[in-house]
């Protein structure tokens, strides 16, 4: 089966909870700290049963004690590191307000905003079979000469995709592949 990471699609009502997120890492100068702890308080955000459980219709835990478990399991995600008393207070106002459950778009805004300000340009490349380190380094470097920024690519592989490739980059999607294709001729046949 291919591999395929889930796109979030951050909600409007997260992006001043990211900013806030970033301007105190950046205060900080923490944005790599900030972005871990945010990856793993995302990841936690989106497991079903966490998602139940932090949600705001869920009365049975206050939002200090979701916070506070939160920060727990974050400690525990990145192998008993402490977590940090500025991000425990960020995650009691993000309880506060019934927002935990944004963590997963927080954190993918809080990327572009840090993406941004090192001006690194994160990629995804999707391609049916594995790529070479010389192919990797050739669409990076075509990437890096388009957006004049340097790039983080992180490929992965999908056989549903026939042939070629598919490039994303935040919302952008170049889609080079024969799956691709094929779909937009049935569609323009359909029509």
């Known amino acids: 089966m291919a591999e395929t990471t889930p796109v979030v699609r951050p909600a409007a009502a997260a992006r001043p909870y990211a900013r ?5 890492a950046q205060d900080a100068q923490a944005l790599p700290l900030w972005s871990d702890l945010l990856q793993a308080a995302a990841a936690i955000a989106t497991d079903p049963a966490m998602r139940h459980l932090l949600g705001p219709w869920n009365p049975q835990l206050r939002g200090e004690q979701k916070a506070d478990l939160v920060a727990g399991l974050c400690r525990d995600v990145r192998g008993g590191a402490e977590t940090p008393d500025v991000f425990v207070a960020f995650l009691k106002m993000l309880a506060e307000f019934h927002r935990l459950h944004q963590l997963p778009g927080i954190a993918v805004l809080f990327e572009r905003l840090r993406a941004e300000a090192e001006s690194v340009l994160h990629a995804q490349l999707i391609t049916a079979a594995a790529v070479t380190d010389a ?4 669409v ?7 957006f004049k920024r340097s790039v983080e690519l992180d490929c992965k592989t999908d056989t549903s995709l026939i042939a070629g490739a598919v490039i994303r980059i935040g919302d952008r999607v170049i889609d080079g592949s024969a799956r691709g294709r094929l779909d937009k001729l049935a569609m323009a046949l359909s029509q």
């Not at 806030?20 to 105190?24: I, L, R, S």
């Not at 192919?135 to 050739?138: H, M, N, V, Y």
């Not at 990076?140 to 388009?146: D, P, T, V």
């Open 135 to 138: 192919q990797r380094g050739r």
């Open 20 to 24: 806030a997120a970033f301007e105190d």
């Open 140 to 146: 990076s470097e075509a990437l890096k000469a388009k």
